[in-house]
């Protein structure tokens, strides 16, 4: 009984869409900060200006979204839990999905193709000795606060790469591609082209698959 509410609290510390790597493990949140320090003391001691390097940053306050804005950014958010399984088994035995993000031991969170794919991998972990609790995440409440000119592209396809997302987005200054963990931002000049972009989005697929378009948190 206890085992099940410490796993139920887990599951709901999860719950929501998750952006850039949110879920990592304690070990890889160490690699990522010591990377991001190294790469920090390497950018500082370097003259050469940032731009030449092929490295924009843009600093950008959060704002929150209202609206028909909010409304569209929350049926989408919706749809990526749909295609989204928080699991808790052990031994883990979860094949078919796009991604799966390691919470800790024994908790997971597997993305899936299609909300179709979703549904029958819960069926068949459902039916599975050794699965304790299997559920999809919800979408989180409150205000959400996100940087008006970065896009988050969710489920991308691992064959995809930066040159395609370029033409897929082409007013976009810069487009950033994670291929490991299956997302990319594409960065514009202004807040106009971004929402612009994000209203025309709505039906977005690369290499035959619907990713999710979505505003990037604040950052």
Do not use: W
Request: hydrophobic fraction near 30%; charge should be positive; glycine fraction near 6%.
């Amino acid at each position: 009984m206890e085992e099940e509410e410490r796993l139920k609290k887990l599951l709901n510390s999860t719950k929501g869409m998750v952006q850039e790597g949110e879920l990592l493990t304690g070990e890889a949140q160490n690699e990522t900060k010591a990377e991001g320090q190294k790469r920090k003391i390497n950018e500082e001691s370097s003259e050469e200006p940032k731009r030449k390097r092929g490295r924009i940053r843009l600093k950008q306050e959060g704002v929150k979204l209202e609206g028909d804005l909010l409304a569209m950014h929350l049926k989408r958010e919706e749809e990526g839990c749909a295609r989204t399984l928080l699991i808790s088994t052990n031994p883990p035995a979860i094949a078919g999905a796009l991604t799966v993000k390691i919470r800790q031991f024994g908790l997971f969170v597997a993305e899936f193709r299609t909300k179709a794919e979703a549904l029958k991998k819960k069926k068949e972990l459902e039916a599975q000795e050794g699965t304790k609790m299997i559920q999809h995440p919800e979408v989180k409440q409150g205000d959400r606060i996100v940087n008006p000119r970065k896009l988050y592209i969710d489920h991308v396809p691992e064959e995809v790469t930066e040159e395609d997302l370029k033409k897929a987005f082409p007013t976009a200054i810069v487009v950033n591609l994670n291929s490991e963990r299956h997302y990319a931002n594409p960065v514009f000049e202004t807040k106009e082209e971004a929402e612009k972009v994000f209203r025309e989005k709505e039906n977005f697929k690369l290499k035959g698959l619907k990713c999710l378009v979505l505003y990037s948190n604040k950052g």
